[in-house]
């Protein structure tokens, strides 16, 4: 028996409305000269409309509930955020049924500044995952979940770029995924209302395994996940994407092991970057801890702050994955 069923709805309501404004934006804004200049301009309007979707749409079905989220308003306010300001309102008026006014606009995007903590309800979003990914036209996630007493309870992902099926790369593209405490978690194209279980791998011998990891080396360090595949006799070839996604591969099976190698000693992951995708991998039978194999604490504030980096595997092959990190980073 679902006991967020009213959650699970709403939050797929707006996960799958803020995919539609990121896309809307790749189509209208995203051009060759945009990447070549390095100009984040997309991103930011894609973010911010994306927040005030998400934001709106929690905000009506539970006005009491708090949301950690990335952004807030303050460069869209006055005359020098006037430009950009309009555009992200005509962009999250497109995808709502109830228009709103710039004063609203913005109070939905500060509805995001919740410190965290461990008492009570709280949503975390992520508006996009994966903004390289997103600019390329390669993979980026929309990212909502809810803790509950400092539990993950209930992870909604919207991957617009992702291949339906793994092994059909050019085919239908855009998936959901749906994950809630003891009920499992499930798979659906954008397309469809129809919910299909998922499953992490069941490779059990590591040397079999493959990883999924950021395209982008400044996320995770890819030299060690190269020394730490050495010492786990893995000779595949690793599976490359920006966000989020690489949760949502893992959940299906695409790939065996995601692994989030700490860049820097004194790094903190951020909640929304890891809340919906840890109780994906947990709720298909996977692992998830952090390198030393201590379990994720939300319960801290806006970060992980007692946590060390990240693995997620499937429950076979954790320990031993676990124990390659302690190896290699206690040598």
Same mark, same amino acid.
């Given at each position: 028996?679902? =006991?967020?069923?009213?959650?699970?709805?709403?939050?797929?309501?707006?996960?799958?409305?803020?995919?539609?404004?990121?896309?809307?934006?790749?189509?209208?804004?995203?051009?060759?000269?945009?990447?070549?200049?390095?100009?984040?301009?997309?991103?930011?309007?894609?973010?911010?409309?994306?927040?005030?979707?998400?934001?709106?749409?929690?905000?009506?079905?539970?006005?009491?509930?708090?949301?950690?989220?990335?952004?807030?308003?303050?460069?869209?306010?006055?005359?020098?955020?006037?430009?950009?300001?309009?555009?992200?309102?005509?962009?999250?008026?497109?995808?709502?049924?109830?228009?709103?006014?710039?004063?609203? $606009?913005?109070?939905?995007?500060?509805?995001?500044?919740?410190?965290?903590?461990?008492?009570?309800?709280?949503?975390?979003?992520?508006?996009?995952?994966?903004?390289?990914?997103?600019?390329?036209?390669?993979?980026?996630?929309?990212?909502?979940?809810?803790? =509950?007493?400092?539990?993950?309870?209930?992870?909604?992902?919207?991957?617009?770029?992702?291949?339906?099926?793994?092994?059909?790369?050019?085919?239908?593209?855009?998936?959901?995924?749906?994950?809630?405490?003891?009920?499992?978690?499930?798979?659906?194209?954008?397309?469809?209302?129809?919910?299909?279980?998922?499953?992490?791998?069941?490779?059990?011998?590591?040397?079999?395994?493959?990883?999924?990891?950021?395209?982008?080396?400044?996320?995770?360090?890819?030299?060690?996940?190269?020394?730490?595949?050495?010492?786990?006799?893995?000779?595949?070839?690793?599976?490359?994407?920006?966000?989020?996604?690489?949760?949502?591969? =893992?959940?299906?099976?695409?790939?065996?092991?995601?692994?989030?190698?700490?860049?820097?000693?004194?790094?903190?992951?951020?909640?929304?970057?890891?809340?919906?995708?840890?109780?994906?991998?947990?709720?298909?039978?996977?692992?998830?801890?952090?390198?030393?194999?201590?379990? $994720?604490?939300?319960? $801290?504030?806006?970060?992980?702050?007692?946590?060390?980096?990240?693995?997620?595997?499937?429950?076979?092959?954790?320990?031993?994955?676990?124990?390659?990190?302690?190896?290699?980073?206690?040598?």
């Amino acid at each position: 028996m679902s =006991v967020f069923a009213a959650e699970r709805t709403v939050a797929i309501n707006a996960v799958l409305r803020a995919s539609e404004v990121c896309q809307k934006v790749f189509k209208q804004l995203v051009s060759t000269e945009t990447i070549t200049k390095k100009d984040k301009t997309p991103v930011t309007i894609a973010d911010f409309s994306a927040q005030a979707v998400v934001n709106t749409i929690l905000y009506k079905s539970f006005p009491n509930d708090p949301i950690v989220g990335e952004e807030d308003s303050g460069d869209l306010r006055g005359d020098t955020g006037k430009e950009i300001r309009e555009r992200i309102l005509s962009l999250t008026n497109s995808v709502l049924d109830e228009p709103l006014d710039e004063e609203k $606009l913005l109070d939905a995007i500060d509805r995001g500044s919740y410190p965290g903590g461990s008492q009570g309800r709280m949503w975390t979003l992520d508006p996009i995952d994966g903004t390289k990914g997103f600019l390329r036209g390669e993979q980026f996630a929309v990212c909502l979940a809810l803790i =509950v007493g400092g539990n993950v309870q209930l992870g909604v992902m919207g991957c617009p770029n992702l291949p339906v099926d793994f092994n059909a790369p050019e085919g239908e593209r855009g998936c959901l995924f749906i994950a809630e405490k003891g009920q499992g978690a499930f798979q659906r194209n954008f397309s469809s209302t129809e919910e299909t279980k998922i499953h992490v791998s069941d490779v059990s011998s590591v040397s079999e395994a493959s990883f999924c990891e950021s395209v982008e080396a400044a996320h995770s360090s890819h030299d060690d996940s190269a020394q730490i595949a050495s010492l786990l006799g893995m000779t595949k070839p690793s599976l490359r994407m920006d966000s989020q996604c690489k949760y949502c591969s =893992v959940s299906r099976g695409d790939a065996d092991i995601y692994l989030r190698l700490p860049t820097r000693a004194d790094y903190e992951e951020n909640i929304w970057d890891h809340a919906s995708g840890s109780i994906l991998i947990q709720e298909t039978g996977g692992e998830i801890s952090d390198i030393n194999g201590k379990p $994720l604490d939300w319960s $801290l504030g806006r970060t992980l702050k007692a946590n060390k980096g990240i693995v997620a595997t499937n429950s076979k092959i954790h320990s031993k994955v676990i124990e390659a990190c302690n190896k290699h980073f206690n040598k």
